[in-house]
């Protein structure tokens, strides 16, 4: 399995960026949970949002206050971040992250088992 992400740079405070992170080699017939995380400077990585393969079922985290939105392109495999009103502590390196297995997973990613490359968000004041 192997998860791709795209689309971090430099964006002014205000400003929308969309990230994208492409998904490859699940096993046939296995069910997936798809995940954004960021991890801000001297901060733990925190949970973004995850959506399901199964009904496309979305949660999200603490952070997203309505600014952030998940969703997915079941026939490209590539799951897309869309952050709109960004603010300077949305700065990170966000990562995608998936699980898998034969039964559906919904909600928040909870034990994620591979981890995308990361890209880095900066958002300036």
């Known amino acids: 399995v192997q998860l791709q992400a795209f689309g971090g740079g430099l964006v002014q405070s205000g400003g929308s960026l969309r990230l994208s992170c492409a998904a490859s080699g699940f096993p046939q017939n296995s069910y997936q949970r798809l995940g954004w995380f960021r991890q801000a400077p001297g901060k733990e990585r925190e949970e973004v949002a995850c959506?399901?393969?199964?009904?496309?079922?979305?949660v999200y985290g603490r952070s997203n206050q309505g600014r952030f939105t998940i969703s997915r392109d079941m026939a490209k495999n590539t799951i897309y971040l869309q952050m709109n009103s960004l603010r300077p502590e949305d700065t990170g390196v966000y990562y995608c992250?998936?699980?898998?297995?034969?039964?559906?997973?919904?909600?928040?990613?909870?034990?994620?088992?591979?981890w995308g490359q990361g890209t880095l968000v900066t958002v300036s004041s």
């Open positions: 992250a998936a699980d898998w297995t034969h039964y559906e997973l919904k909600g928040h990613c909870t034990a994620p088992r591979l």
């Open positions: 959506i399901s393969s199964s009904d496309g079922s979305t």
